[in-house]
């Protein structure tokens, strides 16, 4: 099974801060990478697919970059409402597998 | 605009089975893959399993295989998840998402396993 590893788990951050989020795959997964992000208590929303393209309706701060192992998340101008969980979704070999996540807090 | 309702979620003790339904609507139901992903309470997500389009080819996490069959009856815009064997690793909020790449998802559906 591919391995997802997300770093970092956990991270403080202030509006109008640049984050960047990290996934990194136990072997080449392609361009078959998604972002999801999740607020507290809501269903999970996908931001990226196919690493790179933006999901229609998700603003043009957030963008995803990488390709085989390794793969970004980046958020250009931090907004009060950005900030949850994210987390990464390999799905170029069953079983698919998520990272651990990341919650991105004030 | 997709819509997914699952339902079926609810307290079962352990070895019990359950069967989670989710209804789908607003798109082609028949051809689109459907999948099934869970959250445990205050844990991340976990992919569970999915099923293609035509409903002949399904995969399975590891930690369900041979416990949990998806189905889908593409004639009520349906698919099942047909959970057996239960145990409290199970119990966590399950949601029904479209496609293999999860674009769009339910509300989800609580299940706890207790005894």
């Known amino acids: 099974d591919i391995q997802m590893t997300q770093s970092p788990s956990a991270m403080s951050a202030s509006v109008g801060d640049r984050v960047t989020i990290t996934c990194r795959a136990s072997q080449g997964i392609s361009n078959s990478l998604a972002w999801f992000q999740q607020k507290p208590g809501k269903v999970p929303k996908r931001l990226i697919y196919?690493?790179?393209t933006l999901q229609s309706g998700v603003p043009s701060r957030f963008s995803g970059s990488g390709s085989g192992i390794e793969f970004t998340l980046t958020i250009s101008s931090l907004q009060p409402e950005d900030f949850a969980t994210y987390y990464c979704l390999q799905h170029n070999s069953h079983p698919y597998t998520f990272g651990q996540g990341t919650k991105l807090e004030i | 605009e997709v819509q997914l309702l699952e339902s079926g979620g609810d307290w079962v003790q352990p070895g019990g089975s359950l069967r989670l339904s989710c209804a789908a609507s607003?798109?082609?139901?028949?051809?689109?893959?459907m999948s099934w992903v869970r959250q445990a309470p205050g844990k991340g997500l976990e992919w569970v399993s999915g099923?293609?389009?035509?409903?002949?080819?399904?995969k399975y996490a590891d930690s369900v295989k041979g416990r949990f069959t998806i189905s889908r009856d593409n004639s009520k815009n349906t698919v099942f998840l047909q959970m057996n064997s239960l145990t409290a690793e199970d119990t966590a909020v399950y949601y029904c998402?479209?496609?293999?790449?999860?674009?769009?998802w339910g509300q989800g559906t609580l299940v706890t396993v207790s005894s």
């Open positions: 607003g798109f082609t139901f028949s051809t689109y893959p």
């Open positions: 196919s690493a790179s």
């Open positions: 998402a479209t496609r293999w790449w999860l674009d769009s």
């Open positions: 099923i293609s389009d035509s409903g002949d080819g399904a």
